[in-house]
């Protein structure tokens, strides 16, 4: 295969783009695609979680749907709620919560199973299978939040319902036996105990607690949930408004939504009532306003991520090594501000008790066996390969897996900022330089899930928006021909079908390959889950029993295309990889 010389031509050229985007029909049939789809994911996430009628009626809801229940909405209501009923000072004590829990998931909105036998010895159940775990949707909430309640409240609680036990045959003295055993377990150390706050909760700051208040006016967190569920599905076209904006109308608005409803992260948050489309919202429309000059209301739109804090201090690394020292400023400011916001709410002490709520989180994501498969982050890479999760949590990790979480995402930071510093052009906020400084940013996030892969977004964006550097195509041909190393091919072969060669230059481009990939992956690999599975029989092992039989043991990795897997962090590395190696190249300083 030859390249030829030949100046770069578009596949499609720009003038039949522009004619296009002119014709009214196209225009409307791209609007009537975008909106089906994002009506699609909308009535997608509404019905996801509810009951199936196929379902006995004893675990059936009387509200078929528990969407609302899940720790990704939940978690956030909480929050919310908290600060309604005038316990922003308490936010993170899990005395309060449990009070506010409740209310807000009372036993009566749950399934009959629930109702019935959650405090049923499994060998007596009726319902529910023995294995099955059982609780109330208070309970299984404050089981996921942060934070373990003292075993002193066992103590308190079953004293104070002893003298209330029902007796048999009517005997003043046994009751006055179980009040003064009441007495004695109760000891002041132990009521002291239980008096201290309980720190624990949800992850978030209090600034989410204040972004949460509105949705959470009342003990209904059911209704809010499809509200935000609403919200979620309409911030879509709103980042697509600001992706046209920061492109200068090189991408289309309805193109720029289509994509972003298709790209990864955003199904999941429409069907969780997360917060990614809001994320998304938040740094398209920052880095649009600093495309346009508007360093500092950019900074300021980027100061609102203070509500997802591990993303600000993520990001920050983008204007930080362009030296947008106004953008930075703007940031730091807004987020600070937010923060003093919430003192006459919460108070100082609060945001001491969420820095121990994150140090909780912190050592439970590193050995959690759902968090690091449903994690994108470098760091869980490492961990759910070497990790057995068969032992208890406490001991699975490792020095070895330690040491590689935190050199993986070393070498990546290191890389992202001496390459970008040596070879980027800082004047540039979109192309090559500025994605790589995206992707950088994002992978070097300490931690996030896999629906905040939604962020990685805007890497395509500001690479996007210069298309002349990598969508022009060459003229390439293809030779039978033998040619010696000291006689090359001639630099400007004939070319016969300059329409075929031309296709396969455009479907060369590796930036779009990977948008391609990403969109398959989310929107049809990932429901499929293709699994499957690679040994080593070199590294067979026979091993034997206490009965003394032997069997054969081949080590394997299994891999599959669902949610376990982070195939979404291997695509942006390897486009991250690329947007490098062009810098190194020297393409970034090379004039349009």
Known sequence: ???????????????????????????????????????????????????????????????????????????????????????????????????????????????????????????????????????????????????????????????????????????????????????????????????????????????????????????????????????????????????????????????????????????????????????????????????????IAGGMVWGLLAYKPVWALALFLIPLLMRRWRFCLAMVLTGAGLAIATLPFVGLQTWFDWLKVGQQASELYNVNKNWIHLSRDLQGIPRRILHNFELPEDQRDTLLAKGLAWGIWGIVFATTVSVYLLWGNQKRLTGYGAAFLVFGAFLTCYRFMYYDVLISSLGFVVLFAEPTRFLRTRIFTFSSELHSPFHPTPLNPKVGNSLGSRLLGYVSSFPLTILMLLLLFENSLNGMQLEGTFGIAYYAQTLTAPDGSTRGVTPHFVADTGSNYPWETFLILALWAWCGWRLIRGDDRQPD
Request: proline residues 8%; positive net charge; glycine residues 10%.
């Open 1 to 295: 295969m030859s390249q030829g010389t030949e100046k770069p031509a578009f596949l499609i050229p720009p003038r039949y783009w522009a004619w296009l985007g002119k014709q009214p029909m196209v225009v409307v049939i791209l609007w009537l695609t975008t909106a089906g789809v994002g009506l699609y994911l909308f009535g997608h996430g509404r019905g996801w979680w509810v009951d199936q009628t196929s379902l006995p009626k004893e675990r059936r809801r009387p509200h078929p749907t528990d969407g609302h229940v899940q720790i990704d909405f939940g978690g956030q209501w909480i929050m919310g709620r908290m600060l309604m009923r005038g316990y922003g000072r308490e936010l993170y004590h899990r005395q309060r919560q449990w009070e506010v829990v409740w209310a807000g998931f009372p036993v009566h909105n749950e399934t009959r199973m629930q109702q019935l036998e959650t405090i049923v010895p499994r060998t007596r159940r009726l319902i529910a299978r023995p294995d099955e775990e059982i609780h109330h949707d208070a309970e299984w909430l404050m089981i996921w939040v942060m934070g373990h309640d003292p075993t002193e409240w066992q103590t308190v609680g079953g004293a104070t319902v002893a003298p209330l036990a029902t007796i048999p045959v009517s005997n003043p003295w046994y009751s006055l036996a179980l009040q003064h055993a009441a007495q004695v377990a109760v000891t002041p150390a132990i009521l002291e105990k239980v008096s201290e706050p309980t720190i624990g909760g949800p992850l978030y700051p209090p600034i989410h607690a204040l972004l949460y208040a509105p949705l959470a006016t009342d003990d209904n967190p059911r209704r809010s949930f499809e509200i935000v569920q609403l919200l979620a599905t309409l911030f879509i076209p709103l980042a697509g408004l600001g992706v046209k904006i920061l492109t200068h109308g090189r991408i289309w608005w309805s193109v720029a939504t289509l994509v972003l409803f298709l790209y990864p992260g955003t199904r999941g948050g429409i069907d969780l009532a997360q917060n990614p489309t809001l994320s998304v919202s938040i740094v398209i429309w920052g880095w649009a306003l600093a495309t346009r000059g508007y360093q």
